[in-house]
């Protein structure tokens, strides 16, 4: 095989090569293009305890370690070098949202509620309003079809012998949801 030949084939290899490369360059604008569009689903990640205002309003001094665990459930964090302080931890993280974290402490003397120091803390109304996915629709969809709509297709095929049971016409059956006014 002569040296002429070779070199053609390696040049056009070199420049078959730099073809695709720079076809690449000019679909990189595209696909962030596509990507800014197109964004994977991440799920919201809840950590910890939730405590709301309602919650913090009913603990009082004095109140056993036992009431406050049926209060406020068992404590995120409970050390055994802090034996007379629980901690209640709580983190929510969701596409699209600033993550939100919480902290409630409660320190007991003598195994009674001293004092609570708290974070600025939501009402039960409020926390459950940042938990409602933004994407969703406000209104739901007439489930019912009005006779004009169901006049297009033609009335169902009934069996030539009676039977025994007894069948409701679909027109009986009461609606999917209630109809919001």
Same mark, same amino acid.
């Given at each position: 095989?002569?040296d ?14 730099f ?5 690449c360059?000019?679909l990189?604008?595209?696909s ?22 309602e919650q913090?309003a ?10 406050? #665990?049926?209060i406020?459930? !068992? @404590?995120l964090? %409970? ?9 209640y ?8 949202a600033?993550?939100q974290?919480r ?6 003397k003598n ?5 609570t120091?708290?974070d600025?803390l ?14 969703l ?10 006779e ?9 095929? #009934?069996?030539a012998?009676? !039977? @025994?049971?007894? %069948? ?8 999917l ?5």
């Amino acid at each position: 095989m002569s040296d002429i030949p070779c070199r053609s084939l390696n040049l056009t290899l070199v420049a078959l090569v730099f073809a695709g490369l720079a076809g690449c360059s000019s679909l990189n604008g595209a696909s962030a293009r596509i990507a800014g569009i197109v964004s994977p689903y991440k799920m919201d990640i809840v950590q910890g305890n939730v405590v709301t205002k309602e919650q913090l309003a009913q603990l009082k001094p004095g109140m056993q370690r036992a009431q406050v #665990r049926d209060i406020l459930g !068992t @404590a995120l964090l %409970v050390s055994v070098f802090h034996a007379d302080r629980w901690d209640y931890v709580f983190t929510l993280k969701q596409q699209g949202a600033v993550p939100q974290s919480r902290k409630v402490t409660v320190f007991f003397k003598n195994d009674l509620v001293e004092r609570t120091e708290a974070d600025a803390l939501p009402s039960e109304a409020e926390f459950v309003a940042t938990l409602k996915s933004p994407s969703l629709p406000n209104s739901v969809p007439s489930l019912q079809a009005s006779e004009e709509s169901l006049s297009k297709y033609p009335p169902p095929s #009934r069996p030539a012998a009676a !039977t @025994a049971t007894v %069948v409701a016409a679909p027109s009986d059956y009461p609606p999917l949801e209630a109809t919001r006014p």
